[in-house]
């Protein structure tokens, strides 16, 4: 089956087969072809190119489905790699709380939050968190994601984690896009393990690891490294453990607080280390010796009334960035990546071309997926979307709160 888009305005994130990932000054450099076309077989992108007359030929012998982009911009599908969108509804009641003046942690210490969530998901059936999942891999497909990864962590529990993690496995297997698990089993301390700490960990190290290993759930492992969470020890132990079951680590690291998570996640070569709202410049330094991609939550720390992430310092440093919309029902409730890439633009001070690889192919490199999406490249899963008219690929983040796309693809067919 072939796919043939032509007359594309500017056909943009454009990368060269090899190329993992981008860091510093090269984020601002989208590579585009203006007034291209692009040829997709079976499922991958195999071909495009400027209309100059020499590729009469070869789209003439094409055989397929042919779509006009005419005023058009074509772009890869945006890469979610941080969600939690497998959850049993929503929080709304603590927004209004926040909005009172209580602060994330405030309403934790009270019993909600992740509790909260906790407590309605292990009163949840899988088949019930399977249908609301799915409708939600639904919405953010239709806002232009091509790929995600969605995590556990809800759970808090044997039962309640596999429950999770058995729904990911579900959503992956008739998803249209690709889905990556992970295990965060330590995300919140249980009430019940309170005063047991070291009872809760070993119960996930113990217990839940090896059953997911058995039923092979997850691809990562996180931790919420933070303060009033889990301390660089408890990350050291759950991560090492981990790694016996081949799990590699992410963690949510340095959001409330300079918690040591972003050296605990480079010391265990983490693909990931999220949130990062306290970076200072050891934490900088100790990133530009790693392979490990700092990804930035800028809806978070806005719902969250939270300062920002220092994404400038981090980009002008020479580091990569990839950016994650957090898709969660108490901190994040929206998957709509245009608008992460918006509030990347206004309140990080990322260009446009910088947020918009942050949110392709730096995104996929966060997942371990950079080698078949993120960027329009030969070979590459044929996963892109094409926008409605618009003067430049600057207007997307411009028009904050619309997508702005008329079209998705997904392995080289219209969703």
Same mark, same amino acid.
């Not at 009270?110 to 409708?135: D, M, P, V, W, Y």
């Not at 295990?183 to 047991?196: D, S």
């Given at each position: 089956m072939s796919l043939l888009i032509k007359n594309i305005k500017s056909l943009v994130g454009i990368s060269e087969p090899g190329i993992?990932?981008?860091?510093?000054?090269?984020?601002?450099?989208?590579? /585009? @072809?203006?007034? +291209?076309?692009?040829?997709?077989?079976? *499922? &991958? @992108?195999?071909?495009?190119?400027?209309?100059?007359?020499?590729?009469? =030929?070869?789209? *003439?012998? &094409?055989?397929? =489905?042919?779509? $006009?982009? %005419?005023?058009?911009?074509?772009?890869?599908?945006?890469? $979610?790699?941080?969600?939690?969108?497998?959850?049993?509804?929503?929080?709304?009641?603590?927004?209004?709380?926040? @909005?009172?003046?209580?602060?994330?942690?405030?309403?934790?210490?009270?019993?909600?939050?992740?509790?909260? %969530? +906790?407590?309605?998901?292990? /009163?949840?059936?899988?088949?019930?968190?399977?249908?609301?999942?799915?409708?939600?891999?639904?919405?953010?497909?239709?806002?232009?994601?091509?790929?995600?990864?969605?995590? %556990?962590? !809800?759970?808090? %529990?044997?039962?309640?984690? &596999?429950?999770?993690?058995?729904? #990911?496995?579900?959503?992956?297997?008739?998803?249209?896009?690709? #889905?990556?698990?992970?295990?965060?089993?330590?995300?919140?301390?249980?009430?019940?393990?309170? =005063?047991?700490?070291?009872? !809760? @960990?070993?119960?996930?190290? $113990? =217990?839940?690891?090896?059953?997911? /290993?058995?039923?092979? &759930?997850?691809?990562?492992?996180?931790?919420?490294?933070?303060?009033?969470? !889990?301390?660089v020890e408890e990350t050291d132990r759950i991560l090492e453990a981990g790694a016996k079951y081949g799990l590699k680590p992410k963690i949510h690291a340095n959001e409330l607080d300079y918690s040591g998570g972003i050296q605990v996640g480079v010391k265990h070569h983490a693909l990931s280390v999220d949130h990062l709202e306290f970076t200072g410049d050891d934490e900088i330094k100790c990133l530009l010796a790693s392979e490990t991609m700092p990804t930035l939550l800028p809806s978070t720390a806005f719902f969250l009334g939270l300062h920002d992430p220092p994404a400038r310092k981090m980009i002008d440093a020479g580091l990569p960035v990839a950016l994650a919309s957090d898709y969660n029902p108490g901190s994040s409730p929206s998957g709509r990546m245009s608008f992460i890439i918006s509030l990347a633009c206004i309140r990080l001070k990322m260009l446009p071309a910088e947020a918009i690889r942050a949110a392709t192919l730096n995104s996929a490199y966060a997942m371990g997926l950079e080698k078949e999406c993120g960027s329009i490249t030969k070979g590459k899963r044929a996963n892109f979307f094409i926008t409605s008219s618009m003067p430049s690929f600057a207007y997307i983040p411009y028009r904050y709160g619309n997508d702005e796309i008329e079209q998705v693809i997904i392995d080289g067919k219209l969703i």
């Open positions: 993992r990932c981008l860091k510093g000054n090269a984020m601002a450099d989208l590579n /585009a @072809i203006n007034h +291209a076309w692009l040829i997709c077989k079976n *499922g &991958l @992108i195999s071909d495009f190119g400027k209309h100059d007359g020499t590729e009469t =030929e070869k789209l *003439g012998a &094409l055989k397929g =489905e042919t779509i $006009d982009a %005419s005023g058009k911009m074509v772009l890869p599908s945006w890469c $979610d790699s941080h969600t939690h969108l497998v959850f049993a509804g929503p929080r709304e009641g603590e927004f209004v709380d926040r @909005i009172k003046g209580l602060s994330y942690e405030d309403i934790a210490r009270n019993g909600g939050g992740i509790l909260n %969530s +906790a407590k309605k998901l292990n /009163a949840t059936s899988e088949e019930e968190l399977f249908e609301s999942a799915l409708q939600r891999i639904m919405e953010i497909i239709s806002h232009g994601t091509g790929a995600v990864e969605i995590k %556990s962590g !809800y759970g808090l %529990s044997v039962e309640g984690e &596999l429950k999770m993690l058995r729904v #990911i496995k579900r959503l992956k297997e008739v998803s249209p896009i690709q #889905i990556k698990a992970n295990f965060l089993g330590a995300h919140a301390m249980p009430t019940e393990f309170k =005063e047991n700490r070291n009872g !809760y @960990i070993k119960l996930m190290t $113990d =217990e839940m690891l090896p059953a997911i /290993a058995q039923e092979k &759930l997850a691809d990562f492992i996180d931790v919420f490294c933070d303060r009033g969470f !889990y301390t």
